[in-house]
Nanobody
Framework: QVQLVESGGGSVQAGGSLTLSCAVS????????LGWFRQAPGKEREGVSA???????RYVDSVKGRFTISRDNTKNTLYLQMNSLKPEDSAMYYC???????????????????WGQGTQVTVSS
């Protein structure tokens, strides 16, 4: 059974930082494309960043230079380091796994087969 468990969300002021973590199984971290997505109230879920097994990654334009995705195979964990947070970054953040080695269209929600339960990020101005 595929499980993804996010943690690390919280409330911060604008300009602050948070690091999200997503615990996954050893098989997933070693074999699947992984991504971070977010959904704000009343908005569509959007891709934030994704990373292939070889470390190749993509970011949505709005977070480039501020967010960093990484995966630690020794800890079976996916991370999203978020710096210089803005109020518009506030959302529920989800990690997801695509059941293939490659990400394809990295940030396309429909490509991802497995989802975590989400962790809330709130950024106040």
């Amino acid at each position: 059974q595929v499980q993804l468990v996010e943690s690390g969300g919280g409330s911060v002021q604008a300009g602050g930082s948070l690091t999200l973590s997503c615990a996954v199984s050893r098989y997933i971290i070693s074999n699947y494309c992984l991504g971070w997505f977010r959904q704000a109230p009343g908005k569509e879920r959007e891709g934030v960043s994704a990373i292939e097994v070889d470390g190749s990654s993509r970011y949505v334009d709005s977070v480039k230079g501020r967010f960093t995705i990484s995966r630690d195979n020794t800890k079976n964990t996916l991370y999203l380091q978020m710096n210089s947070l803005k109020p518009e970054d506030s959302a529920m953040y989800y990690c997801a796994a695509r059941g293939t080695y490659y990400c394809g269209d990295y940030l396309a929600t429909y490509q991802y087969n497995y989802w975590g339960q989400g962790t809330q990020v709130t950024v106040s101005s």
